[in-house]
């Protein structure tokens, strides 16, 4: 039996979470080039207020994002673990919660976005509602190839005109 319970679904005792699954250079942080360092960090505008509107009407947030600059030795997984822990409790004293962060270090794998491979471990790791769920990236290779998981992007230096669904963060609000 299937019930709706606000931000989930239950499934016999097993909540389903809905989840905002955000990239991370474009979205969380403008894009500059191997951004691996909490000085080399900004956040990008709205970000916060697109994230508490998320977290108040029910979605979990997980960052997803593709880090070659490790497999290219410009930085250490470390480097990128620190960052994300300081993302973490960025977004915390803002009073929003970040239920994880997937990244990808290879070129060539399932795990890289577009590849769904991130998502699966996501989904099987945290329950995840995916047809209840949405992904916003700011590249073509954001938009994940995934059934059922809706994937915007958002107009960028990325994107032709015919490439994205969003010009800015804020209109993922009427997709919630």
Same mark, same amino acid.
């Given at each position: ?25 474009? =979205? ?69 919660? =970040? ?78």
């Amino acid at each position: 039996m299937v019930e709706p319970s606000g931000s989930s679904i239950f499934f016999i005792g097993l909540i389903m979470k809905r989840v905002l699954f955000l990239d991370r250079d474009g =979205i969380v942080n403008v894009d500059t080039v191997d951004v691996h360092k909490k000085e080399d960090f900004v956040f990008t505008p709205d970000i916060f207020e697109v994230c508490k509107y998320a977290q108040d009407n029910g979605y979990y947030i997980i960052i997803m994002s593709n880090q070659t600059g490790v497999t290219r030795n410009v930085f250490t997984q470390d480097d990128v673990d620190i960052l994300h822990r300081w993302v973490k409790e960025s977004f915390k004293a803002q009073g929003i919660d =970040i239920l994880d962060f997937f990244y990808c270090t290879e070129y060539k794998s399932f795990s890289r976005k577009p590849q769904p491979g991130m998502f699966f471990e996501a989904a099987a790791r945290h329950e995840i509602d995916i047809p209840n769920s949405l992904m916003v990236g700011d590249k073509v290779s954001d938009r994940i190839d995934m059934d059922k998981l809706r994937s915007y992007i958002l107009k960028s230096q990325y994107t032709k005109d015919n490439e994205y669904d969003i010009e800015s963060l804020l209109e993922l609000k009427h997709y919630m």
